[in-house]
């Protein structure tokens, strides 16, 4: 111990003083984590319970891989239970992104619903008609639906009926990932 | 110097953003409100009180040649403190401060404190220095977040529902959101600083004479 | 293809890390008065950005992540830059003394660069892929060294010109990069 080379001491030190910042931070952190996911979850729910009704949402979109257009993937859960996957996908409309919710149930395939999110750039009075639009395709299977254009709004719903689209496919490909996690 | 003066020197004399012109940047960014300028006040008097605390209880054992990468781990702990806890308990300052907290680290003025005055000094006058400092920057923080705001939208906030409100209806044409801009931050500082520096050459010359 | 030129684009011009986003002032202040330092200094962030906000990227993913350990980031990052620093250092002064001198202190300075910090925090996180980390930082980075370069060839004749003493350096440069900043504000309007 008596004459150690100095990078050798100076490595040590700036090691002891690592694991000791290291510790206290864990500490912090296993108290104030807990609390900042609860609001986040809280945050995550105050929108999505707006259009879909379930009891408890969680935020999927770092677990699984996202075809173009794909913004975010969450899944609805009714008590405890996986129930449907939420997608929020994104296409452009007639001057700008038109951003879609869709709701897939998992267990029958069946669309619950799809809400635009998102359509500010949109014609107002015109094509700005698809938000807060009832497409009416509750319950309808996702491999034989049918989807109404409104008339006089025909880019803007073909943006819509594109991210229902590529819900769709995604949820098709991914099917048995979501089937396991529920 | 005096515990008193080694207090109110970094409200005055040694103002570490109207004197040192250090810490320019969350000044820049964060003075769009006053709620922002206290939050992010309250955020530096924590860091720089502990670090120039610590340092200066550390001083003594700590090797000089690697003394910047020890100071720099025990702000950044430090910095990761505060960040949790605004995080956990302070989400919507969290959310405004934003990048500018972690920022703290690389704050020239913590940083500057340690190397100048906390490696050097006993701790109780380390932790008076780190006060006084953390508050001169403050105050200058709010005075640049009132003026920002206030020119803004002629109201002030000055934490959470608690605002000052002079144009309530929304009508005065004087009020721009201009200054919450960017460039607005750097024009406020800009003619600040040379205000100051105005009344300091004064005063030099009155002295003088 | 389009979306990394986007990218690349909003990065240097839109959201120029200086002029938008208040990153790395004190350099631009301190360093920008003589064309050649300016260059200089900003080539060695563009360097330092580039290297540490990819480096973050990696180590955010693949270790914080992994070991649940999100929270030292900042250490980790911090660390990393100035390490960075250290070996950019060495090697200005053996390549280039002359450089090594007129940068001075502000060359161990880049790792307080509040730049270099601020983009390895945002880049270091899940939103980015490594590719579009790359892209973000490095185009960044050249945003940097373009407002360098245009703030010193301004500084150079506004010193020469009639500044009232108490203006003289800083509120003037800052009062200057309001403008610019103004100018760069119009870019938004182009994509």
């Known amino acids: 111990m008596k004459e150690m080379p100095k990078t050798i001491k100076y490595s040590l030190f700036l090691v002891v003083l690592g694991i000791i910042a290291g510790v206290l931070l864990a500490f912090v952190n296993s108290i104030t984590a807990p609390i900042i996911d609860a609001r986040k979850e809280e945050e995550l729910k105050e929108v999505l319970e707006e259009y879909f009704e379930c009891d408890k949402f969680s935020d999927e979109t770092a677990n699984y891989s996202l075809d173009k257009g794909i913004e975010k993937i969450y899944f609805g859960y009714i008590g405890n239970n996986l129930t449907m996957v939420i997608y929020q996908a994104s296409t452009n409309g007639y001057a700008g992104p038109v951003v879609s919710l869709v709701g897939i149930n998992i267990a029958d395939d069946k669309l619950v619903d799809i809400k635009v999110a998102s359509a500010d750039k949109e014609t107002s009075g015109i094509g700005s008609k698809v938000i807060g639009h009832d497409f009416n395709i509750t319950g309808e299977s996702i491999n034989d639906y049918s989807f109404d254009i409104i008339s006089g709004a025909t880019v803007s719903s073909n943006a819509v009926k594109n991210n229902l689209v590529i819900a769709i496919n995604h949820y098709t490909d991914n099917k048995a990932l979501f089937e396991k996690a529920s | 110097m005096t515990k008193i003066q080694n207090f109110t020197k970094g409200i005055m004399k040694e103002n570490p953003i109207l004197v040192s012109i250090l810490g320019l940047c969350p000044t820049l960014a964060i003075t769009t409100s006053v709620e922002n300028a206290l939050g992010m006040g309250v955020a530096i008097l924590f860091v720089l009180t502990f670090s120039n605390l610590i340092i200066s209880l550390i001083r003594n054992i700590v090797p000089n040649e690697i003394r910047i990468p020890i100071f720099i781990v025990v702000i950044a702990t430090l910095v990761t403190l505060v960040d949790m806890l605004m995080a956990a308990f302070l989400p919507a300052l969290h959310e405004s401060l934003g990048i500018f907290i972690p920022l703290i680290v690389v704050n020239c003025i913590i940083l500057g404190r340690a190397e100048a005055y906390a490696s050097k000094n006993k701790p109780f006058d380390s932790v008076i220095d780190g006060i006084g400092m953390a508050v001169g920057y403050t105050l200058v923080l709010i005075v640049i977040s009132f003026i920002r705001e206030f020119l803004a939208s002629g109201a002030v906030t000055i934490w959470g529902d608690l605002q000052l409100n002079l144009n309530a209806d929304q009508s005065a044409q004087i009020f721009t959101s201009f200054f919450t801009s960017p460039a607005g931050a750097f024009i406020v500082l800009g003619l600040l600083l040379g205000t100051v520096a105005t009344i300091r050459n004064q005063k030099k010359e009155v002295k003088k004479q | ?191």
Request: some cysteine.
């Open chain 3, 1 to 191: 293809m389009k979306e990394i030129l986007t990218l690349a684009f909003s990065a240097i011009l839109i959201q120029n890390v200086v002029l938008s986003r208040f990153l790395g002032i004190c350099p631009f202040m301190g360093v920008s008065s003589k064309r050649s330092s300016a260059v200089g200094m900003g080539l060695s962030v563009v360097f330092v950005i580039t290297l540490s906000s990819v480096i973050s990227w990696i180590l955010y993913n693949y270790i914080l992540v992994a070991f649940e350990m999100i929270y030292m980031k900042t250490i980790i990052f911090i660390l990393v830059i100035a390490s960075l620093v250290q070996i950019i250092e060495m090697f200005v002064k053996k390549v280039s003394p002359a450089l090594y001198k007129s940068l001075g202190i502000y060359l161990p300075l880049i790792t307080t660069n509040c730049a270099v910090l601020g983009m390895a925090t945002i880049v270091g996180s899940d939103e980015y892929t490594l590719l579009t980390a790359f892209v973000f930082s490095f185009a960044s980075a050249i945003g940097f060294l373009l407002v360098m370069y245009i703030f010193s060839t301004l500084r150079e004749r506004i010193d020469n010109g009639n500044v009232p003493r108490a203006f003289k350096g800083v509120p003037i440069a800052l009062i200057t990069a309001g403008i610019m900043a103004m100018v760069f504000a119009k870019f938004a309007g182009v994509i």
